[in-house]
């Protein structure tokens, strides 16, 4: 175990090195391949769920379960208090505690803390945001004001900006199955979908491609660039280990020759708040933005990546997903190995 992670917070994988990432990566690689162990007895991970899951609640849970310590699971407003994260604000509504008892409360008792809350951009559901500004959304206040108050480690398990436990495993998934990734071809690729999805997992994917020096491609419509601060970022990044990212509206020379096609769908930045209008605009995209087997063709015989859940035939066909190419569940498997490797080199000890 080496002392560099210990105690550090995992907000987000800007916060870490690109090497200091791949050194998670390998770990949990070996872990995978029972090379290496770890060991978390007596030690506990509280989990607040704002937001719906099934890989990141079931790998962090049985990541502590394989470590030998437990997990708490609690969804903040059901079975616990609605909680207040902004200083000096008069708590008459509807949040009962404030972060800066909850937090130190809290992580007295545990060892690390999961918080995933991500305020959907969506449309026919009811909205959970506060505001529709995301420049506010991105400062990512909650889990932030949590972090600075608390004694122990802070995993972000999405957010409004990042999902860098989704960075780990897509960077695991892409040194597992292309052996050296770097300078290969990776391309990112938006895709229809009825819903305005927040823009956390494409820019984790993005950076995840980019920490590990590959030729990534941003494959999106006009209208629906990622934050440029990430997409600046993953590009400094990628420049560092000799690879680079480029942005295109072209579908057809964006999937020529890629090693790896990862699909994502989420909402314009431009229409944030204004969901209706989005769904006009974006009507026509429908039949173009699906991936599909002639896309796939195109590609140097590259793997699939989807985070997912993916909705079948709206984001990526039944022959592309039931396909050999098609990685999607190990890259979710690879959840679990590189959450134990985090956990392991943050707590472990
Ligand atoms: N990819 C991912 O984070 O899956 P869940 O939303 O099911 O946790």
Redesign the pocket.
């Known amino acids: 175990m080496s002392l560099q992670y210990r105690g550090r917070h995992f907000l987000n994988s800007l916060d870490f090195a690109p090497a200091e990432l791949r050194t998670l990566v390998e770990v949990a690689l070996r872990m995978k391949r029972g090379a290496e162990r770890g060991h978390l007895p007596g030690r506990i991970l509280a989990l607040l769920f704002f937001?719906?899951?099934?890989?990141?609640?079931v790998s962090c849970e049985t990541a502590m379960a394989r470590l030998g310590g437990n997990a708490i699971a609690l969804t903040p407003g059901r079975d616990t208090w609605n909680f207040e994260d902004q200083d000096g604000v008069v708590m008459d509504q509807n949040a009962q505690e404030h972060v800066r008892e909850l937090s130190p409360v809290v992580t007295s008792m545990v060892d690390a803390v999961g918080i995933?809350k991500c305020d959907l951009i969506t449309v026919g559901d009811a909205k959970t945001s506060v505001t529709d500004s995301y420049a506010e959304l991105k400062k990512d206040s909650f889990i932030h004001a949590f972090a600075r108050f608390s004694k122990k480690p802070v995993l972000n398990?999405?957010s409004n900006a990042a999902?860098p436990?989704?960075h780990l495993a897509d960077m695991a998934t892409l040194v597992e199955k292309l052996g050296e990734p770097r300078g290969k071809k990776y391309v990112l690729s938006w895709a229809w979908h009825p819903k305005s999805l927040p823009v956390a997992?494409p820019h984790s994917q993005m950076l995840a491609a980019a920490d590990l020096g590959m030729d990534v491609t941003i494959l999106h419509p006009p209208g629906y660039d990622l934050d440029a601060d990430y997409v600046g970022a993953a590009t400094q990044r990628a420049r560092q280990l000799g690879g680079n990212v480029t942005v295109t509206h072209d579908v057809e020379a964006a999937y020529k020759d890629a090693k790896a096609v990862c699909v994502k769908s989420w909402g314009s930045l431009q229409y944030y708040g204004r969901f209706d209008e989005e769904v006009a605009a974006k009507k026509a995209l429908r039949s173009t933005w699906i991936c599909d087997e002639s896309k796939m063709a195109r590609t140097a015989d590259g793997i699939f990546m989807h985070?997912?859940?993916a909705r079948r035939n709206v984001v990526v066909t039944d022959g592309v997903l039931d396909s050999k190419r098609s990685v999607v569940v190990d890259q979710?498997e690879n959840?679990l190995w590189t959450v134990m490797a985090l956990l392991k080199e943050l707590i472990g000890g």
């Open positions: 937001n719906a899951s099934v890989r990141t609640r995933r398990l999405e999902h436990l989704q997992t985070c997912l859940p979710a959840r």
